[in-house]
């Protein structure tokens, strides 16, 4: 890689995208000889258990979680092989994800190691060699993903909103915002949407049925109106 005016430019190149078989990970993730904190996250979204290799990829497991805009979500997916200064390099990426119609390789970072000049290089050179291939590349870092009270709300909206939502009851609640066009979440904390109104709510809200501003504060005076599914508009911003 050389650089002109300060900006990288490629003249090396992808060499592999190896993908783990069978859907599985290119190297196990939970081990009990692990001496660092690793663990599972259930997945509404994937129907099975997630694993993370750090608390910090936790996190960024639940804001995935709750995005209606990631439709697909895989971690440790691929090897990937690359030139980079002259020297073949190797490089697993935490999670695959589909979102907006992009397919994106991402990696989790501190925002101290994120700036390293290796890592800087390797991340300039991924994003411009990815993306012949069909792919994008992107790092996230600890100051984006821990952002409050976007995280906790992330959390606590996925934890309650584990259970699917009747398509009976999701008409009465289309109906219900219908008649003034958003609720207040004292509301749904009264259940106006019936039974079990925080919960049902909750998933919609997973689900892009439902919209909330995950980036305040859900007070009572939080507004949830109704959605487009996939879109996003949870969290933006």
């Not at 608390?55 to 690359?82: C, G, M, N, S």
Request: charged share 35%; net charge positive.
């Amino acid at each position: 890689m050389t650089r002109v005016n300060g900006t990288p430019r490629v003249i090396e190149g992808v060499v592999d995208i190896q993908w783990a078989p069978g859907g599985k990970r290119i190297r196990r993730v939970v081990k009990r000889s692990n001496k660092r904190i690793t663990g599972k996250l259930p997945s509404w979204k994937m129907g099975r258990m997630l694993h993370w290799e750090s608390k910090l990829e936790r996190d960024a497991l639940y804001l995935h979680e709750a995005d209606p805009a990631v439709t697909f979500i895989r971690e440790q997916p691929v090897r990937l092989r690359f030139m980079m200064n002259g020297e073949l390099r190797s490089h697993v990426p935490d999670f695959y994800v589909e979102t907006n119609g992009k397919k994106i390789f991402r990696e989790v970072k501190t925002t101290e190691d994120a700036a390293l000049q290796e890592i800087r290089e390797r991340t300039d050179v991924l994003k411009q060699l990815l993306p012949i291939h069909g792919f994008e590349y992107d790092v996230i870092t600890d100051e984006e993903i821990k952002a409050e009270p976007r995280l906790e709300n992330a959390k606590w909206i996925t934890r309650l909103g584990k259970d699917t939502v009747s398509l009976v009851d999701e008409e009465s609640i289309r109906r219900k915002i219908a008649e003034k066009g958003h609720v207040k979440w004292s509301e749904v904390k009264k259940d106006c949407f019936g039974d079990y109104s925080v919960p049902k709510a909750c998933r919609l809200i997973l689900e892009g049925n439902l919209r909330i501003d995950i980036n305040k504060s859900i007070t009572g005076d939080a507004r949830v109106s109704y959605g487009e599914k996939g879109k996003g508009g949870n969290h933006n911003g």
